[in-house]
């Protein structure tokens, strides 16, 4: 590929100047990526280094996944100032996409279950597991993080998961957790603890709706395969 200086491409091409006038979603990865990174060097474009970077599914291999600036700094042509930049308007929009529903979302089925927490597990590199709060009209109150394990692994205890639940008068709760693999074929120990925390709810009149193990664009929906 032809390497061009952002100067020397027309006018229309130049990513913020495409972004002002055709917006956002007009724009590829790489050219989002490129305003970001805002000039390149001697030898490539910031276009070229964001093309890089983006290359071969690269958005998310090399980027969505990066929470450490020395690590994203390691890419030639970036430095710690820019792969700062770049770290910082990633955490915001997880921040968006974690956000606390705005109007309370109604959990009727695994896919509304699916739709909520996806976008604020995908790109975990460790395993969280959360707890989605419901109202008697299976309305979202409040998703809780009950814990962050390992890459593998993540210890959580029905007294932790059940605590805000009793807390915040939560009718009933909906559980998940990410595999950072992004398979998410539920483990024996994932099997296990979903029976203990069913069983925990019924006895203390808060049912589990459904546990959602979070895979990379992929889920696992206890209560679709039966389980529940």
Do not use: C
Request: proline share 5%; charged share 25%.
């Amino acid at each position: 590929m032809t390497t061009y200086h952002m100067k020397e491409l027309p006018i229309d091409d130049r990513p913020r100047e495409k972004l002002i006038n055709n917006g956002a979603a007009a724009l590829t990865d790489s050219e989002l990526l490129a305003i970001l990174i805002g000039s390149g060097t001697q030898e490539k474009s910031a276009l070229d280094i964001a093309r890089d970077l983006t290359a071969d599914y690269g958005i998310l291999k090399n980027i969505a996944k990066v929470h450490d600036v020395k690590e994203l700094a390691k890419t030639k042509g970036l430095g710690h100032a820019k792969a700062a930049i770049i770290i910082a308007a990633l955490e915001l929009g997880r921040r968006i996409a974690g956000a606390e529903p705005l109007a309370r979302d109604s959990i009727t089925s695994p896919e509304d279950g699916v739709a909520l927490l996806m976008p604020r597990l995908r790109y975990e590199s460790k395993e969280h597991f959360v707890v989605v709060l419901l109202n008697s009209k299976n309305k979202v109150l409040e998703i809780k993080q009950i814990s962050e394990g390992s890459l593998n692994s993540s210890v959580v205890h029905p007294r932790e998961v059940f605590a805000p639940a009793v807390l915040h008068h939560a009718a009933a709760i909906l559980t998940a957790h990410n595999h950072p693999s992004g398979d998410p074929t539920p483990s024996k120990e994932d099997k296990d603890l979903t029976n203990t925390l069913v069983q925990a709810g019924k006895y203390m009149g808060i049912p589990v709706l459904d546990h959602i193990i979070i895979g990379d664009a992929k889920y696992f929906s206890f209560k679709e395969h039966s389980y529940l």
